[in-house]
């Protein structure tokens, strides 16, 4: 079982980051051979400010080693350090078909109202996504349910070079959907997701919070006046609550209804301390080895470096195999 996954370097991690997809992978370091990248190329297709780029995919290498991402088990670089994904991708640009691009939702929701001042790298984003997992012969792909529609793309792609070119060269992957991984919204509106860009840091628990800031904006944190119910049926239309029951359910690694278990018939005064504890125990240990990270930027180059080496190396040979068959290369 080989996983590749990516992430873009996007500034500080928050809770939903590592609850809906990190503290996944580092399990996942037991269960397959992971390759995990910092996506700086996808993150250029839309403009950022070159000097925070650099800074951010340092600030990200250091918060995915800070929550157990160990690159002795795992290979962790950053995309742009290895040239056979753009190379791949340009190979796919010309075997993927413009109407599946079309029907791709998610470079509908990022254009907006704009699409046609997007770039050309957003709308072909996923074919870069599938150079990115094709070239390493992944068998697996983490995603979400939002994200299945890519893997789909992938294994199309594949298999129309695969059939074009008449080989075997491309592995398909499939979707792998951890059952644990939570969709974590924001503290103050259950109907959101919990984001960076959210204007206000009371809606997200940073990685880098406190345990003074971690346990203030728990206790803001938007509920409603009712007592913790026995079943998660009877959270329907109580998003909030029900948010905070799932985040207290994935940190401690427990069914949501076991926490319900616990803690039916109290309200929240009772309820959100337990779980700021739980949060402040959690986060603790990651805040202090990021702390130790940031503080040797020197080593994160290094350890970026490594892995970087390891995946050029692992990634030639499917290169390669593919200009053969295209005839670019004998």
């Known amino acids: 079982m080989r996983v590749v996954s990516g992430i873009q370097p996007?500034?500080?991690?928050?809770?939903?980051?590592?609850?809906?997809?990190?503290?996944?992978?580092?399990?996942?370091?037991?269960?397959?051979?992971?390759?995990?990248?910092?996506?700086?190329?996808?993150?250029?297709?839309?403009f950022n400010d070159p000097a925070e780029l650099a800074a951010n995919v340092r600030e990200m290498a250091a918060a995915l080693l800070a929550c157990g991402i160990d690159p002795e088990r795992s290979t962790l670089f950053a995309h742009s350090a290895v040239p056979a994904h753009p190379e791949l991708a340009w190979i796919f640009n010309c075997v993927a078909r413009i109407g599946w691009l079309n029907r791709m939702t998610q470079f509908k929701e990022k254009s907006g109202k704009n699409r046609e001042g997007a770039s050309v790298g957003l709308f072909a984003y996923p074919v870069l996504q599938a150079a990115d997992v094709l070239l390493y012969q992944a068998s697996h792909v983490p995603v979400g349910e939002d994200?299945?529609?890519?893997?789909?793309?992938?294994?199309d792609i594949g298999a129309k070079f695969n059939a074009d070119y008449q080989v075997e060269?491309?592995?398909?992957?499939?979707p792998l959907i951890g059952q644990t991984a939570a969709r974590i919204m924001s503290l103050r509106d259950g109907n959101a997701k919990m984001s960076k860009s959210d204007p206000s840091d009371m809606s997200r628990v940073n990685l880098t919070d406190d345990a003074d800031a971690v346990s203030q904006k728990?206790?803001?944190?938007?509920?409603?006046?009712?007592?913790?119910?026995?079943?998660?049926?009877?959270?329907?239309?109580r998003p909030e609550a029900k948010n905070l029951v799932l985040i207290h359910a994935a940190l401690s690694d427990e069914e949501p209804q076991q926490v319900?278990?616990?803690?039916?018939?109290?309200?929240?005064?009772?309820?959100?301390?337990?779980?700021?504890?739980?949060?402040v125990e959690t986060l603790r240990p990651i805040k202090a080895r990021l702390d130790g990270f940031r503080a040797d930027p020197g080593e994160l180059d290094s350890i970026l470096a490594r892995g970087a080496e390891k995946a050029r190396a692992r990634a030639q040979p499917t290169l390669d195999a593919a200009y053969r068959a295209t005839g670019l290369r004998r």
């Open 169 to 174: 060269l491309f592995t398909l992957p499939e």
């Open 147 to 155: 994200q299945k529609q890519h893997v789909e793309l992938m294994r």
């Open 10 to 46: 996007t500034g500080n991690l928050h809770l939903g980051n590592y609850l809906g997809a990190i503290k996944r992978w580092v399990q996942m370091q037991d269960e397959a051979e992971c390759l995990f990248f910092l996506a700086d190329l996808h993150a250029i297709t839309v």
């Open 218 to 237: 728990v206790r803001k944190a938007k509920t409603d006046a009712e007592p913790l119910p026995e079943s998660m049926d009877a959270l329907e239309g």
């Open 260 to 279: 319900l278990a616990r803690f039916a018939g109290q309200g929240f005064g009772a309820f959100k301390p337990a779980l700021a504890d739980v949060l």
